[in-house]
């Protein structure tokens, strides 16, 4: 009968053990199960926002191009401006010397003669 005694206080503990590690494995499914969920919402999301890569990558070609095309007319207008800032200044300079130039000859033309 003793043996008997220390065959069902084994199969109790061990019957206790099984169900503790079933408990703590039925927690892990649970905690898995919700990663799982989490995961595939961010997988259909993710799904959802790339239905339109190809026209975002067209989109981005087009705009790719446009940008070099603008940087390209940008730099030719800072040319052209830098030129018409140079030429403009040559012009003042060239009216100041014709200015300076019609006094002159003004002055030499006008001045009265000294008889000593």
Do not use: P
């Amino acid at each position: 009968m003793n043996q008997l005694k220390e065959a069902e206080q084994g199969h109790d503990a061990r019957v206790k053990e099984l169900e503790e590690n079933a408990e703590k494995y039925r927690q892990e499914v649970s905690l898995t199960t919700t990663e799982l969920e989490q995961i595939t919402e961010k997988y259909h999301a993710l799904l959802d926002q790339s239905k339109n890569v190809v026209e975002l990558a067209s989109e981005h070609d087009r705009l790719k191009t446009q940008n070099a095309r603008l940087d390209a007319e940008t730099n030719r207008l800072k040319k052209e401006n830098a030129r018409l800032k140079k030429t403009g200044m040559i012009r003042w300079f060239l009216a100041g010397a014709g200015v300076l130039l019609i006094g002159l000859i003004a002055g030499r033309v006008t001045r009265k003669k000294k008889y000593f």
